[in-house]
């Protein structure tokens, strides 16, 4: 099965800089994948980890170690529209089903 | 590319009423998935399918039913709707192991 655990909320200032965690367990793992969800939007890809270590894309970071099961998508310069949901997921191969996190409510407050 | 479409984007339906909610995706990804996503909380898992006539179920699979007949097209049907199923409906599609790509979403209201 899968089980992932994220934080359900946080709080950053415009400008700054903000960690969201995920912890999981998980069978058959091949990579964590990290999602934005603006209120009253879909989903959107944002970021993938195969291998451990840090990926970088723009103001958005993602880590992965999978010795610690644990995962973080940093996010940069914070700006007021990266006010949204943040969920983490398994990246399966093939065959899986493919769940998410409960998801991180992010603020960012002027 | 239209991506993943879905219709309708939004549906009111009487407890007991049965409805299909349609997905469509347009680049040929093998993996389509349905979820629900109640007001402030995550995603759950309904019914999945890794290609043409293979479905399996998700988290939450009571009370729907999906088919997969073709790669474009997985509509997930409602067999007697209750409150319980009001909800936001997401449709994804993805290659095997690759980033989903999810559609509009459905929201439905059962009173």
């Known amino acids: 099965g899968q089980s992932l655990e994220q934080p359900s909320e946080v709080t950053a200032v415009e400008g700054a800089i903000v960690q969201i965690n995920c912890t999981y367990q998980t069978s058959g793992f091949y990579g964590l994948s990290w999602y934005q969800q603006h209120d009253g939007g879909a989903p959107t890809f944002l970021s993938y980890n195969g291998l451990d270590g840090l990926e970088e894309t723009g103001r958005f970071s993602s880590f992965l170690s999978r010795s610690d099961s644990y995962g973080y998508l940093l996010l940069q310069e914070l700006q007021m529209k990266d006010s949204a949901s943040y969920f983490c997921?398994?990246?399966?191969?093939?065959?899986?089903?493919?769940?998410f996190g409960s998801g991180t409510r992010l603020q960012v407050q002027p | 590319n239209a991506g993943v479409t879905q219709t309708p984007k939004f549906q009111v339906l009487k407890t007991g009423q049965s409805m299909t909610l349609q997905c469509a995706q347009d680049?040929?990804?093998?993996?389509m998935s349905w979820y629900r996503q109640d007001p402030g909380m995550g995603l759950r898992l309904i019914h999945y399918s890794v290609g043409a006539g293979i479905t399996d179920q998700g988290e939450v699979p009571n009370g729907y039913n999906v088919s997969r007949s073709t790669t474009e097209d997985f509509p997930l049907r409602l067999l007697s709707a209750a409150p319980s199923q009001t909800s936001v409906y997401f449709c994804?599609?993805?290659?095997?192991?690759?980033?989903?790509?999810f559609g509009p979403g459905t929201r439905l209201t059962v009173t």
């Open positions: 680049m040929n990804h093998e993996y």
């Open positions: 994804a599609s993805s290659y095997p192991g690759q980033a989903q790509y």
């Open positions: 997921g398994p990246r399966g191969a093939g065959r899986r089903a493919l769940t």
